[in-house]
Nanobody, 126 residues
Framework: QVQLVESGGGSVQAGGSLRLSCAASGLPQTGSCLGWFRQAPGKEREGVAVIYTEGDKTLYADSVKGRFTISQDKAKNTVYLQMNSLKPEDTAMYYC???????????????????WGQGTQVTVSS
């Protein structure tokens, strides 16, 4: 079973930065996807960024492109989300996710993923 534990959330003023971390275990040896999704109260879960474990190919939501960066440290089995120029609209619970099945590419679709972390809250104040 894949297990994911997020950390790094908190409160920050607009324009500030946060770095989220996700410790992962139980992932396939190669060719899988890791990602970050977020969900605000009363809203659907929204894809933020995904990264392919082989080659580091990434995909971002238009709303965060240029501001957020997803990365991974395979030696530490950790995926990160560096969030810069944060906006109040970024306020949400952020969830780390992983796709257990070996694939050839990653998509920013929540239904592709079955394993989720407990979430870490990000609050951006005006």
């Amino acid at each position: 079973q894949v297990q994911l534990v997020e950390s790094g959330g908190g409160s920050v003023q607009a324009g500030g930065s946060l770095r989220l971390s996700c410790a992962a275990s139980g992932l396939p040896q190669t060719g899988s996807c890791l990602g970050w999704f977020r969900q605000a109260p009363g809203k659907e879960r929204e894809g933020v960024a995904v990264i392919y474990t082989e080659g580091d190919k990434t995909l971002y939501a238009d709303s965060v492109k240029g501001r957020f960066t997803i990365s991974q440290d395979k030696a530490k089995n950790t995926v990160y989300l560096q969030m810069n120029s944060l906006k109040p609209e970024d306020t949400a619970m952020y969830y780390c996710t992983a796709r257990k099945r070996v694939v050839t590419e990653c998509r920013l679709r929540p239904n592709d993923f079955r394993s989720w972390g407990q979430g870490t809250q990000v609050t951006v104040s005006s």
